[in-house]
Every structure is written in C-alpha cells, then in structure tokens.
C-alpha cells in the first residue's frame, strides 16, 4: 500500500476515486440541461474503504444507505435481491460506484453495482435508484458486451414524468474513464437523458482531501440541485405528476 493510500483490508482491487460531471438533458415538453461536478467511489462491497480518523466524516460508508436499508453486510443484501432473479455470486467480486457519506450526508440517485462470478466473468449489473422523497428501487440489468441494457421504469422519480417507459442505459465497467449514460424511452421519444463521466484517481488522502474542498457537502449539493431543477421546471408551469402508492420491492428487506 503507497503512503497515503486509503485502505481496504485485503481487497485485492484498491478503492478508486472518480471527478464526476452529471448532465441532465430535458427535451419535452420544456427543454432544459445543467450540469453539476462531484466525485463518487468505486469499492469492493466485501472490502470496504478504511480511512485514518481524521478523514472519516469525509467518506462513510454504511450498509443502511443501501437496498432494505438494514445493518448488514452489502453483499448480504445484495445477494438476497439476486437470489429473486435466481442469480448466485457464488463469492464472485462486486465492484460499487456509490457516493459516500459526508460529514454524515449521502444522497445516491444511482449506484451501480458490477457482479461477476467466482472466474471474473460478468454477471449482470444492479442499478439502485433513490428519489428525493426517501424511495428506492434496484434495477437487474443484463449488459451486452458493449455496456447496453434496457429496463422498465417502475420507480417514481421526477413529480413531471409518470411511471411509465423505460430506461436505455449504457453501463461499461469503469477503468481510467467513468461513462454511465441513462436515458428514459416513452414510446418513440427520449424525453430525459443522464450521463455521469468521470476521470479515476487513487484514494489517497490528499485526492480525497482535495476532492472535498472542490466539491464541500458533495451529496447535500447533489440533492439540492435536483430540487433546485424541480422547483425552476415547476414554476415555467411543467405540470406535475401525482406520486403513486408503491408496495415494497421484492428482495429488498
């Protein structure tokens, strides 16, 4: 391990750091974009980053900010929702692209998690997705070799899109480059498009210290712009749409 690197105690895949830019595209029935910077991580869910302790309230990392929201290992909780889908890890490595929390806030409107199996071959990709209004839902997403997938839509996530549709993602696991794309399909038209690019670099304490003071309460300013968007939609008169009741998703506790 290089002086200053964050640890992860025997994780054979040191944690990574991405300087992100988020795009948000809006075509109908109003057009509107902005663009927001940030960082997110990338860890093995089995081998969690350990910080020194002045660095901790800059990077945490709690199994309750993800899936039923229990305290449990992820990767428990991660395998249960599989296991729905009659999808089996057998120990093979899962590598999360998450924000963390800082100084004891997190928002995550996606984090994504790659799964391959015990010989290093792909599985599938799970997509969870937060709201701003506390409700999660995961995605199973079967890439093809070029990252692509698609999905229905079946969470409620902006109060101006029903909960129809579905989603064309491109998802390739990130190396030097982070180059997520989402974009929401109804019908013929691709109302909304969201794309996360990023430039990896290694969690270090000075990397993670100078992405902290480019980018200070990262996820509360992640959640914030996503209100501040709704709020300016709203008052150019976009009609909202009622947010539906929804029962608990099958494999998250």
């Known amino acids: 391990m290089r002086a200053g690197q964050v640890h992860a105690p025997g994780s054979g895949t040191a944690p990574a750091l991405y300087e992100c830019v988020v795009a948000h595209a809006r075509t109908t029935p109003v057009r509107h974009s902005f663009r927001h910077r940030t960082y997110m991580w990338l860890v093995d869910v089995d081998h969690l980053p350990v910080l ?27 395998e249960r929702f599989l296991a729905v889908h009659d999808i089996h890890l057998d120990g093979g490595r899962v590598l999360m692209l998450t924000h963390a929390r800082v100084l004891g806030h997190v928002f995550n409107p996606l984090t994504l998690y790659w799964c391959s ?37 079946e969470l409620y996530v902006s109060p101006f899109f029903p909960v ?21 399909r109804r019908g013929d038209d691709v109302p909304f498009t969201a794309a996360l690019r990023g430039t990896r670099r290694p969690a270090t304490a000075r990397q993670l210290l100078a992405a902290a003071v480019r980018h200070p309460w990262s996820t509360l300013a992640v959640s914030a712009a996503i209100k501040m968007h709704g709020i300016h939609l709203y008052l150019r008169g976009l009609p909202v749409t009622p947010r539906p009741s929804s029962a608990p998703q099958e494999g998250l506790k």
């Open 117 to 153: 199996d015990r010989a290093g071959s792909p599985l599938c990709v799970v997509a969870e997705v937060h709201n701003t209004y506390g409700d999660r839902h995961c995605y199973l997403l079967r890439p093809d070799a070029e990252g692509r997938a698609e999905v229905r839509k």
């Open 52 to 78: 020194p302790v002045a660095l901790r309230p800059l990077a945490g990392f709690d199994p309750r900010d993800h899936f039923g929201g229990a305290r449990e290992p992820l990767r428990t909780a991660l």
């Open 164 to 184: 129809d549709g579905s989603y064309k993602m491109r998802l390739p696991q990130p190396g030097e480059r982070l180059g997520v794309t989402v974009r929401l």
